[in-house]
């Protein structure tokens, strides 16, 4: 069975610095999709970012990247120049393809990091 | 552009009593919908998903059961509450064949149980 693992609970970082968010993920198949959703105070779930395994360069969404590395199977997450509306839970999430035909596409989610931005 | 809508966004119920949570996507057509738990701010937990009209699947068996009478309508139910039943409820939906089936969240419904 898949499982994903965020071994960070609690984070801070200072604002307009860089922190960096792990992830690890266990799976045998060899395509599969990685997410990082955000859910700020308002406890919506935000996407991030998405990456695609067999796509070898890394995804990145403005101020957000990611570190793919797929024979470690860890997925980790770099923000720059952090924000106070940075502050939230980021949840590291796989999606396993094959899931989607039999079950709808089944997002298989971490504990989550809560990431503190600090004046 | 599409939205996804979720009401009520905050509900307290005592035990016993019955539930009706409703999700509606708007601006598309034919999504898969889901329904998710998040207990204690912590991890989500998938209820419920449904590939089109009348189709629902179970992932946990719970007293909670869902529906979806029309296309972009998603229904999450319970009869009887239970104090577990406490927690927060999320809504997704994804489009049919998009990359990785990518989920887009609504914007939850806390739901408190006395």
């Known amino acids: 069975a898949q499982t994903v693992t965020q071994s960070q609970p609690e984070m801070s970082v200072q604002e307009a610095e860089t922190v960096t968010l792990s992830c690890t993920y266990d799976?045998?198949?060899?395509?599969?999709?990685l997410f990082w959703y955000k859910q700020p105070p308002s406890r919506q779930m935000i996407l991030v970012i998405r990456?695609?395994?067999?796509?070898?360069q890394n995804a990145t969404e403005n101020r957000f990247s990611v570190n793919f590395q797929k024979a470690a199977k860890s997925f980790s997450l770099k923000i720059s120049d952090s924000q106070l509306g940075d502050t939230a839970m980021y949840f590291c999430?796989?999606?396993?393809?094959?899931?989607?035909?039999?079950?709808?596409?089944?997002?298989?989610f971490g504990q989550g990091t809560e990431l503190s931005v600090k004046p | 552009s599409q939205t996804i809508h979720q009401w009520p966004a905050t509900l307290v119920q005592p035990v016993g009593s019955p539930l009706s949570l409703e999700c509606t996507v708007e601006?598309?057509?034919?999504?898969?919908l889901y329904w998710y738990r998040q207990a204690a701010g912590r991890g989500l937990q998938l209820l419920f998903y449904?590939?089109?009209?009348?189709?629902i699947s179970s992932e946990v068996p719970q007293n909670l059961s869902a529906s979806r009478p029309q296309d972009r309508q998603f229904i999450l139910s319970s009869k009887k509450l239970l104090l577990s039943d406490s927690g927060f409820y999320l809504c997704?939906?994804?489009?049919?064949?998009?990359?990785?089936?990518?989920?887009?969240f609504g914007p939850g419904t806390r739901l408190l149980v006395l």
């Open positions: 999430a796989f999606m396993n393809p094959l899931m989607i035909y039999n079950q709808g596409g089944k997002l298989i």
């Open positions: 997704a939906w994804s489009v049919k064949g998009g990359p990785g089936e990518t989920q887009y």
């Open positions: 799976t045998s198949e060899n395509n599969y999709y």
């Open positions: 449904s590939v089109g009209i009348g189709q």
């Open positions: 601006g598309t057509s034919n999504p898969n």
């Open positions: 990456q695609e395994a067999y796509k070898q």
